[in-house]
């Protein structure tokens, strides 16, 4: 059997930077928000496009101090009880270590799982987990080398298999 990985539709056509397909055990999640903190004045994160085309935001690594909040948001499959969750890392503008949380149900647990952006690009798997609700990365990530970059839309931000 091969393995489908996050934009398939069939196990016939991968390749690891082709966009997130909806089918009925995937789901494609982009982000609901990005804040700036107000102790960061100007611009904090911008516009861009990877080395495949695919359109993304990026900033720079922040040290201790949160400038940018990407926010992904959804119930969509807060009840599936088993999924994959991977992430797009862009070609380009992403080299440094992120700390992406997500929380659960029924008890609103959190959970933290680090994703070294620079040792990946294209989908990435980060975690497994049942009934997550929320997902979010800052750029406060303990450096000051390096940017954070993903992509702008739910064809390249995390791909879901239940």
């Not at 861009?48 to 926010?71: L, P, Q």
């Not at 959804?74 to 969750?85: F, G, P, S």
């Not at 952006?117 to 798997?125: K, L, S, Y």
């Amino acid at each position: 059997m091969a393995a489908l990985f996050p934009g398939m539709s069939s196990a016939s056509a991968a390749v690891d930077h082709d966009p997130c397909r909806v089918g009925q055990t995937h789901y494609c999640i982009g982000p609901t928000r990005v804040t700036q903190g107000s102790q960061c004045p100007g611009s904090q994160y911008f516009k861009a496009t990877d080395g495949y085309g695919v359109s993304i935001n990026w900033t720079y690594s922040n040290n201790n101090v949160s400038c940018v909040r990407v926010d992904y948001n959804y119930d969509l499959i807060r009840e599936k009880t088993a999924c994959q969750y991977w992430f797009y890392v862009p070609a380009g503008h992403a080299t440094a270590p992120i700390y992406i949380g997500y929380w659960t149900h029924p008890y609103n647990k959190k959970y933290v799982a680090r994703l070294d952006e620079n040792a990946h690009e294209g989908w990435t798997h980060v975690f497994d987990a049942a009934q997550v609700y929320d997902i979010q990365f800052q750029d406060n990530n303990g450096t000051t080398a390096g940017t954070i970059g993903w992509g702008d839309s739910s064809a390249y931000g995390w791909s879901v298999w239940c």
